[in-house]
């Protein structure tokens, strides 16, 4: 039997980590700091998306529906290798960047998220193959591989027409995009209907079948918002356009659906869990907005020209919905505690900040005065952060710790 608390206390460090990481970017701003900036960077986007919430993800998967197939051993195998690859990386790039030893890290990761995908899609226990959360889960495993094919792409392009080249940010963006839209959220959406159908809730069969068709189409199609930036054919804005509209309509199904389950979800999530489920609702209402707006050529170009409306944009998605959904489901499944105190820090590091990012973008944008101190401001409120994530680490320890 695998202790799956010590799996979520790696994961954890990683985000303390990622969070201390933020703090140095922030003051790079303001003070002079022995070290490259972009190998930082790189290293903090890695360590967030493959270190923290990767690992959060697989082990809820691991936890709901393959601890029952009975192989341990080769789980445990698995999270071994993809640790190796996470500290390969956390060490490699801060130091060189992209270059020889972290893109080896980093290829090695790919192959070690390809060995998730076979062992869950594999030894799934048979009475959970019908199951439309597994379905859910399944695509969003499908999506982690398509998702690679960016990363891969990289190396050719680098190799070929350089990191100037339209092709260059476009598989980075390609990665991004498959990684939140389809990874993240369907597999969190899958966690979702796995607790209502643990519960006995039944759905309509058809109405499921329905919004995961907008789903999987609205994921494929937004990807065309993601390469507006070079002002691409008109084509492109109608296409992605569509997307955005699609997964509109799917999330407000959706919403329409589990609408008679709300007191249901009140019973069984408790009040910090709660909250932070009904944060990330509406700032996926908030996110599919900016999405059909940006789906216009004005605020496409916009965007680009502003780089902090798109900073502002991934910390919502990646702190707003995914980190705050993902908390619930763990504090749900007994895989970790969640202080009062944690929340309340995260929530006000999270708000202020996000604030901060788009009042700069915006006071660009329309010509508002800039605010004295900024930078400082930004950089005091981000010491939040690794405030609150440390919070919850060292009560995970404790916990660990006084169960051993």
């Not at 060189?96 to 290829?107: D, E, M, P, R």
């Not at 401001?377 to 981000?382: I, Y």
């Amino acid at each position: 039997m695998i202790n799956l608390k010590k799996h979520i206390g790696v994961a954890l460090f990683y985000f303390l980590l990622v969070a201390l990481m933020g703090v140095l970017l922030r003051l790079y701003v303001i003070t002079s700091l022995p070290f490259n900036y972009k190998f930082l960077l790189h290293a903090h986007s890695h360590t967030a998306l493959l270190g923290w919430i990767y690992l959060g993800l697989t082990t809820l998967v691991y936890k709901c529906f393959l601890e029952s197939a009975e192989k341990p051993k080769l789980y445990k195998r698995i999270f071994y290798f993809t640790n190796i690859c996470i500290v390969g990386m956390l060490i490699t790039f801060p130091i060189q960047g992209y270059a020889l030893y972290s893109i080896i890290f980093s290829t090695l990761f790919l192959f070690a998220s390809y060995w998730f995908a076979w062992f869950a899609i594999k030894h799934i226990p048979a009475h959970f193959k019908k199951r439309f959360s597994w379905k859910l889960i399944k695509t969003s495993i499908w999506y982690l591989v398509i998702s690679s094919i960016g990363p891969w792409a990289i190396g050719g392009v680098m190799s070929t027409l350089g990191s100037t080249s339209i092709w260059y940010k476009t598989s980075i963006y390609f990665y991004l995009h498959f990684q939140y839209n389809g990874w993240f959220i369907l597999a969190l959406l899958g966690l979702l209907f796995f607790i209502f159908e643990e519960r006995g809730v039944q759905f309509n069969s058809q109405k499921l079948k329905s919004i995961v068709f907008l789903l999987n189409f609205g994921i494929i199609f937004t990807f065309f918002l993601s390469v507006l930036w070079f002002q691409p054919p008109k084509i492109f804005y109608v296409l992605g356009g569509i997307g955005a509209i699609a997964q509109l309509l799917a999330f407000g199904d959706l919403y329409f659906l589990l609408q008679n389950q709300f007191s249901f979800i009140k019973e069984k999530f408790d009040e910090k869990s709660l909250l932070l489920l009904k944060i990330a609702s509406i700032l996926m209402v908030i996110k599919l907005i900016m999405q059909l707006f940006s789906a216009h050529s004005y605020f496409a170009k916009l965007a680009f020209r502003l780089p902090d409306f798109v900073i502002g944009y991934l910390h919502l998605v990646f702190l707003g919905i995914v980190v705050t959904t993902m908390l619930a489901f763990l504090k749900y499944f007994k895989l970790l505690h969640l202080p009062k105190s944690f929340v309340w820090i995260f929530l006000i590091a999270f708000f202020t900040t996000e604030a901060l990012i788009f009042y700069k973008a915006t006071a660009i944008w329309l010509g508002l005065p800039f605010l004295s101190g900024y930078y400082n401001f930004l950089t005091v409120l981000s010491c939040l952060f690794p405030v609150a994530v440390g919070v919850l680490f060292f009560k995970q320890v404790k916990s660990l710790y006084l169960s051993a």
